[in-house]
């Protein structure tokens, strides 16, 4: 017959076996004697030192592949510095080549005056007329440097002239500037006068109409506030604060108010229901008082009987407590007595001495 497999019994298989891997981790812990005394969680300081060690190769590889990109741009910067020595160098020579071709010192415009072999290159030997180191020309560049000068002298005077009219004509120009300036200076100067005296004749007449009207609505004023003073002393003499008027303590409230401010106190009327009302207060204060006395002197009693009934029930219950100590100190003796016995008993019984087979038999399991 097969055996069919429930899944409750696969259920508490693996929970079987999971409490059984618990028990051994649980097991490895407790009798680690490193772990148990120190206290030292050695997974997590693995895992601090396994993450150390793949942080620092991880900085290690950074930093050759950093050196690594360094010794490459330093290669290509060697290279890129090469080729431009090698460009400088075929340009220059390309330069060089192409002066000897086209720029030669024959093909300038100066080269007839800086050409060494200009004597050389001329036909047959030209001899100056006269001795040798003779000016043949002197009197006629005398002449010439003379009536230079003089032509230069000349245009120097006629440049000096018309400076000095062109000075004048200027200076001309300026004074009467000037004196146009200066009339039209004295003309504004009298527009400005002229201004300030209308403006200040029109500031006093206002000025002088102004204190005309004030003081006539100050005199105004006055005479207003004396009527209104002496309207004020007739009504205050005439009102019914003065004249005691019984009907102005009346509230706008209703009758059973009165107004503070108008109350001149109380009519005889009023004063003989006060005195009622205080002799009916102060009999009713007189009975409160003996209705209270009476009901403290009824707590007083029921407050004696009860500390009477509390002070028997606390007796009653102290003798209780004594009888039931007595009984307890009889049954402790009776205990103690049957306990040494018990002991002797043992001791008389169980002869042998524990070995080591008895105490390797404990701490074996992790509970």
């Keep these: 017959m097969n055996q069919v497999e429930l899944l409750s019994d696969r259920v508490a ?6 409490r059984r891997n618990r028990e051994l981790q649980r097991r490895e812990r407790i009798f680690n004697d490193k772990v148990r005394t120190i206290g030292v969680d050695k997974d997590a300081l ?24 360094l010794l490459c741009s330093d290669r290509v910067a060697c290279v890129l510095e090469q080729q431009q020595k090698k460009d400088e160098r075929l340009l220059n020579e390309a330069i060089v080549q192409f002066r000897q071709q086209f720029q030669q ?4 415009r100066e080269f007839d005056l800086n050409d ?8 047959g030997a030209r001899i100056l007329p006269g001795l040798t180191g003779e000016d043949l020309a002197q009197k006629d560049r005398l002449r010439k440097q003379q009536e230079q000068l003089r032509a230069w002298t000349l245009q120097q005077q006629d440049e000096l002239e018309r400076a000095k009219q062109q000075l004048q004509q200027e200076m001309h120009q300026y004074d009467q500037s000037r004196l146009a300036l200066d009339s039209r200076a004295l003309e504004l100067q009298k527009m400005e006068e002229q201004g300030k005296k209308a403006a200040a004749i029109a500031t006093k007449d206002f000025n002088l109409a102004l204190a005309a009207e004030i003081t006539n609505r100050r005199l105004q004023e006055h005479h207003e506030e004396e009527e209104n003073n002496q309207t004020d002393i007739l009504n205050q003499l005439n009102g019914d604060l003065l004249m005691e008027n019984p009907e102005q303590n009346i509230s706008v409230l209703g009758l059973s108010r009165l107004r503070r401010d108008y ?25 409160a008082v003996m209705e209270q006395r009476e009901k403290e002197l009824q707590e007083h009693h029921k407050c004696m009987t009860s500390a009477r009934a509390a002070l028997l029930l606390e007796r009653q219950q102290a003798r ?18 049957a306990h040494d ?25 992790s509970r």
């Design 320 to 337: 209780i407590n004594k009888e039931l100590r007595r009984t307890m100190d009889n049954t402790n003796a009776q205990l103690a007595q």
């Design 13 to 18: 298989a693996v929970e079987l076996d999971r």
């Design 105 to 108: 010192p024959a093909n300038r």
């Design 263 to 287: 109350y001149k106190g109380m009519t005889p009327k009023e004063l003989q229901q006060y005195t009622q009302y205080q002799l009916q207060q102060a009999e009713d204060r007189k009975r």
């Design 116 to 123: 060494p072999e200009l004597l050389k290159k001329q036909e």
């Design 46 to 69: 693995d895992h601090q030192i396994k993450e150390l060690r793949e942080k620092d190769q991880h900085q290690a590889n950074e930093f050759k592949i950093y050196a690594d990109e």
């Design 341 to 365: 016995a018990q002991k002797k008993h043992l001791q008389d019984v169980y002869t042998n001495i524990p070995d080591e087979r008895y105490f390797s038999q404990f701490n074996t399991s």
